[in-house]
């Protein structure tokens, strides 16, 4: 009998299960890879966090025995402020319009025409300086003709008293009866109302006269001219504007709760125009606004080199007192509790944040700083900087000092 043909199929089975088994445990053998990575970078994933103080477990994590107190906040120099002693102010601060004291319309005191204009806007003028000069010829001829009839009545006076003294010695010798010797002194009482009236009627064409000349009222500058040379202007017209800024003024508002710390007096600093200037009270209002609930403060401002203009806006203070060697801490440390009106800060000691109430006394708001009554020693540092979240423990390190908190107390 023939041999039936060897099956090879059974031999081609186990090598197809051998490339089966062979990619099997090569897919086996990378996953194992993978597994392995995964939990060596899980190793060190959980150092981190534990270096951190982070993690959710073991010495500094939230459920460690480090707690919050393990993470470093890094300050910058600039986020750290010094409690020091200086001398500061105690001031009421001011705004307001910088205004020349004395502000004077020149106008026309008669009717006529312009002959002469001798002033500018802009030009600085003296008390009784000519500014502008009226045609005058009327005037003139008005008043030599009141000087003519004051020379007039003045004559007839003289006549009257020589023709009433004759009178009086022939009364005394009776030559002449009581009534001549009368009508003789009325002679001599109307002469001299004549002569009251001459002399009334020369000062007034005098006055006319004087009008046509336009005299600088007060000294200052001219704000304004409104006339022209040759114009004929109405009586009461305005023609000039002349300011007085050798003394400025500020007018102020002061909130009413401050209304007992300004008095007439005291010392103002402020500034004006980039520059700093200092002025004086000059007075008070006695009542205070009732729609703004604020009280008017006048301040008088030397300005005789006129390095200030009208109308400039300035702020400044009014300054109460001044307290030497006040311990200060710089305002923006200062923060306000949300529960109650009181005060508190951030200092740094021995490498770590403490919450500090403290009682403020007088704030410097130029200087930046207020008093500080009690809380706080001179030299104690403070946080100063908008650095987010803090809280009492928290450790923090300041950038440029080298070690924890800066200089540790």
Not at 225 to 231: A, D, F, L
Not at 271 to 298: K, N, W
């Amino acid at each position: 009998m023939p041999r039936p043909a060897p099956d090879r199929s059974f031999g081609r089975v186990p090598a197809r299960c051998a490339a089966l088994l062979l990619l099997l445990s090569s897919v086996a053998c990378s996953g194992d890879d993978r597994g392995t990575q995964t939990a060596a970078a899980a190793p060190a994933r959980g150092g981190n966090a534990a270096a951190s103080g982070r993690g959710p477990g073991g010495p500094g994590g939230a459920g460690g025995p480090g707690g919050r107190g393990g993470a470093v906040t890094v300050l910058a120099a600039s986020d750290v402020g010094e409690v020091r002693k200086v001398s500061i102010e105690a001031a009421t601060p001011i705004t307001g319009d910088l205004r020349p004291v004395e502000t004077v319309e020149v106008r026309a005191r008669l009717e006529g025409d312009l002959v002469g204009i001798y002033v500018n806007e802009g030009e600085r003028v003296a008390r009784g300086q000519l500014m502008a000069r009226f045609e005058s010829s009327e005037q003139e001829s008005d008043r030599q003709s009141a000087a003519a009839e004051l020379a007039a009545a003045q004559s007839s006076l003289n006549t009257a008293e020589w023709s009433a003294e004759q009178s009086a010695e022939l009364f005394r010798a009776g030559a002449i009866a009581e009534r001549d010797h009368k009508l003789a002194q009325q002679e001599v009482t109307t002469a001299r109302a004549q002569v009251a009236a001459a002399r009334a009627r020369v000062r007034s064409t005098g006055s006319f006269v004087t009008d046509t000349r336009v005299l600088a009222p007060v000294a200052g500058i001219v704000e304004r001219r409104v006339v022209q040379s040759g114009e004929h202007v109405a009586r009461g017209a305005p023609m000039f504007t002349v300011v007085r800024n050798d003394v400025l003024e500020l007018t102020a508002s002061v909130p009413a709760r401050l209304a007992g710390d300004v008095r007439a007096g005291q010392r103002v600093r402020f500034t004006a125009d980039g520059r700093q200037f200092e002025g004086t009270v000059a007075r008070v209002s006695p009542t205070i606004d009732p729609a703004t609930r604020a009280l008017t403060v006048y301040v008088r401002i030397p300005n005789a080199n006129g390095a200030l203009r009208g109308n400039t806006f300035a702020t400044g203070r009014v300054v109460g007192r001044t307290i030497p060697d006040a311990l200060v801490v710089p305002m923006p440390a200062v923060r306000q509790a949300q529960a109650g009106d009181s005060n508190f800060v951030y200092r740094i000691a021995n490498g770590a944040v403490q919450r500090v109430p403290v009682r403020l006394g007088v704030t410097d708001e130029a200087a930046g700083v207020a008093q500080v009554l009690d809380g706080l020693a001179e030299g104690d540092r403070v946080v100063v900087g908008n650095v987010g979240t803090l809280g009492s423990g928290m450790k923090v390190q300041v950038l440029g000092t080298g070690e924890q908190g800066g200089a540790a107390r």
